[in-house]
């Protein structure tokens, strides 16, 4: 637990706590997230935020904002005709 303390004291302290492979490793979280990276992006994006608090912020902030638009979206009544154009645009594509 000390370890943790001085870690997030450093990197809050810090002048400036920006991260040289944020927007790398938020693309990459947004992949994961989707489903759509490799076991190597995976393993890449765990290493780094275990280490980053910024991006593990990121992954935080990402990963919340889609169970919140999946918990909204549930409910939802969508006419099958909006569902059948978007798939149309999807296979276009």
């Not at 938020?26 to 991006?55: F, K, P, Q, W």
């Not at 919340?64 to 276009?92: G, T, Y």
Request: negative net charge; glycine residues 4%.
């Amino acid at each position: 637990m000390g370890k943790l303390i001085r870690w997030v004291g450093r990197t809050f302290n810090s002048k400036d706590n920006r991260c040289s492979e944020e927007e790398h490793c938020l693309e990459l979280v947004r992949l994961m997230l989707d489903d759509e990276s490799t076991e190597d992006d995976n393993a890449y994006v765990l290493r780094h935020i275990d280490g980053c608090y910024r991006c593990y912020d990121n992954f935080d902030v990402e990963n919340a904002i889609r169970e919140v638009v999946k918990q909204k979206s549930n409910n939802l009544k969508i006419p099958h005709e909006v569902v059948s154009e978007i798939r149309e645009k999807i296979e276009v594509h």
